[in-house]
């Protein structure tokens, strides 16, 4: 996240199974008529006096009608955090904690050596904001709604290579980890190789600019679009506190959206499991060596319906050792047939530290196994593809509809090459008014304020290509206001700003669309003051949206 940027990464897994909500909603747990007690206690019973815990509800909620009915039900405003009585937010804070910890909305610490390699131990809740952040319902709708246009856009960038090398060609001159992904990217197309089966788990990040009203894209994240699993705990989180504490805030549970995101990722890997046609075979997924975020990813493969699909956790140091690429493309990994490959790792330099990590990211390309993503997939969400895509009468060389078009049209935000020279003179006059992104994901890669100005004046001075590293994007200024932020058991109120990321599953075999849904959501809120914003990267606090 950032003004103007987010990304996020991760994921985690031994024998357990790929799941989700699709065979039958489950009962909400939320719902007042079904609660005879307050999850939490009131404020007249002790702290451990009613431990009642539900039934984790992350499924796609007949929640729809809720919400709608909570909007139209809804006078009062969002409650005006600076008049909150201390003792309501300690108690509430507490009640949070508890929550978090019996629920798994937790991550692995990082004062603990061992947390990111074995479970369950060194954890610690998760950055949270204590309540949900309001926005606006008619762009809550606009960011669903452009889902899956935006689904169907990558996969069509994706089969066009040409697009794809000519767009990053003075980018890999200048940018030595985008040239080792267009080599292996070449290499597949000198194969010849279709993917056929194409599968997309994604995440489109948007701000609400202040100003203009604006809903405005950040970045279309194609590669480990984390917090999927984290993200609908707090959403649960944020209900259950509302069901408890709501009436005296003046707040409405039914005012957050359901989040499906959980049960529709693991859906979408099933599917493409299914599709692979090989029962034997199983879904890996590619991890970090060390991954503090792995119970977001572990919920992916345990929550609802059991799909009865096995999962192996592989790094890619391991995938070098183990793999074995057959004459007919079957792809092995310890001896095991491989149908679905899912990249939580890969999307950064520091994930390839020796030329073990290449082979194996070649070997998968070149394997009949599902990727998600390719390799063309993952170049088709980088920064330089964005600001290419924007471009006039670029859109219409992918895309039909008119109609469609013009909606992905209205949320790009301004992106521009760096050999535009009328705007790198205005970056240069007024930096506060733009971000310069190079092509990396995972957070605090960004350029901000005087950096910006310093760093395009010294591109200019060595007269260097080292510019096609970069893009320069409208800095984005959302609304600030008043939140509590939790982070390691404490909690401060100071000004926030949020972005809102809304996944999105895309799944086709030759020209039959399997999948192609919006699949919950991910808020991330943090400090205004603050760039950058990655949970992952420290910088932000999972949340949820309050619709108003």
Known sequence: MGVGHSSLSSCSVDSLCITAFIAQPKTSSFSNSNRQKPLFPTKKQSPFAVLKIGTLNCARVAGEMEIEKGIAAAGKPIVDRHGIDDGWIQKIVYDALVWSSLHGLVVGDRNDQRSGKLPGVGMVHAPIALLPTSFPESHWKQACELAPIFNELIDRVSLDGKFLQDSLARTKKVDAFTSRLLDIHSKILE???????????????????????????????????????????????????????????????????????????????????????????VAMIVVQTEERNMYDQHWLCTLGITYNVRTIRKTLAEIDSEGQLLPDGTFLVGGQAVAVVYFRAGYAPTDYPSEAEWRARLLMEQSSAIKCPSISYHLAGTKKIQQELAKPNVLERFLESKEDIAKLRKCFAGLWSLVDADITKKAIEKPELFVMKPQREGGGNNIYGDDVKETLLRLQKEGSEEDAAYILMQRIFPAVSPTFLIRDGICHKDHAISELGVYSAYLRNKESVIMNDQCGYLMRTKVSSSNEGGVAAGFAVLDSIYLT
């Open 191 to 281: 194969m010849n190789k279709k993917e056929e089966i194409r599968l997309g788990l994604h995440r489109s990040d948007y701000m609400l600019d202040e100003k203009t009203k604006l809903l405005l894209q950040i970045e279309f994240n194609t590669i480990s679009s984390s917090f999927a699993g984290l993200g609908c705990l707090v959403t649960d989180l944020h209900r259950t506190l509302l069901n408890d504490y709501g009436e005296a805030l003046g707040l409405d549970s039914k005012r957050i959206p359901g989040n499906t995101a959980t049960g529709q990722f693991a859906e979408a890997l099933a599917k493409a499991w299914t599709e692979y046609n090989n029962p034997r075979a």
